[in-house]
T-cell receptor, first 112, second 112 residues
Framework: DQQVKQNSPSLSVQEGRISILNCDYTNSMFDYFLWYKKYPAEGPTFLISISSIKDKNEDGRFTVFLNKSAKHLSLHIVPSQPGDSAVYFCAALQTGANNLFFGTGTRLTVIP | ETGVTQTPRHLVMGMTNKKSLKCEQHLGHNAMYWYKQSAKKPLELMFVYNFKEQTENNSVPSRFSPECPNSSHLFLHLHTLQPEDSALYLC???????????FGPGTRLLVL
């Protein structure tokens, strides 16, 4: 059973608006969460992360929110730009374990 | 030179062939990983090497055989594969286990 889920396979957003990508997890032992972005024909690239001791981490246009009680995290991109069009993967791990668990990804399309 | 490189980028092989995938990282990292991404499934961790020692084998069939001769190189030897092994195989590296992973572009494998 998948421990990290991204229930929206795709999302379309107008340029300049906010993009919100969601991710849910089932394992309460996860304590570190990451977002990766993937362009076609390239490997995933690290975007932003958050530790479970925080509920928000911001880096420029990208903000990740963590709701531990709901086992939910989200990535906000504002303002969205056409270059943000890519597949976004949520990932989670438990400190002390080697395994990084990924979601299936959400394809974001930012419409100019 | 990009951080993590993988060769070949595309590979078509028959079920009786033997081939190898190569990964090389130029980041001075100590941990390397093999992932498999099948269509509509999350990335699945296959193997983890930490300081050239294999620390994780996620129940991968023996027809996949990893080799890590040094901290910069990682191979995945393939023999008698099945059509369901067709997937994107991604290599990643990190400075230490559990630190941010940097991915290569992947090898798209098709088994006929």
């Amino acid at each position: 059973d998948q421990q990290v889920k991204q229930n929206s396979p795709s999302l379309s957003v107008q340029e300049g608006r906010i993009s919100i990508l969601n991710c849910d997890y089932t394992n309460s032992m996860f304590d570190y969460f990451l977002w990766y972005k993937k362009y076609p024909a390239e490997g995933p690239t690290f975007l932003i992360s958050i530790s479970s001791i925080k509920d928000k981490n911001e880096d420029g246009r990208f903000t990740v929110f963590l709701n531990k009680s709901a086992k939910h995290l989200s990535l906000h991109i504002v303002p969205s730009q056409p270059g943000d069009s890519a597949v976004y993967f949520c990932a989670a791990l438990q400190t002390g374990a080697n395994n990084l668990f990924f979601g299936t990804g959400t394809r974001l399309t930012v419409i100019p | 030179e990009t951080g993590v490189t993988q060769t070949p980028r595309h590979l078509v092989m028959g079920m009786t062939n033997k081939k190898s995938l190569k990964c090389e990282q130029h980041l001075g990292h100590n941990a390397m990983y093999w992932y498999k991404q099948s269509a509509k499934k999350p990335l699945e961790l296959m193997f983890v090497y930490n300081f050239k020692e294999q620390t994780e084998n996620n129940s991968v069939p023996s027809r996949f055989s990893p080799e890590c001769p040094n901290s910069s190189h990682l191979f995945l030897h393939l023999h008698t594969l099945q059509p369901e092994d067709s997937a994107l195989y991604l290599c990643a590296s990190s400075l230490y286990i559990q630190e941010t992973q940097y991915f290569g572009p992947g090898t798209r494998l098709l088994v006929l």
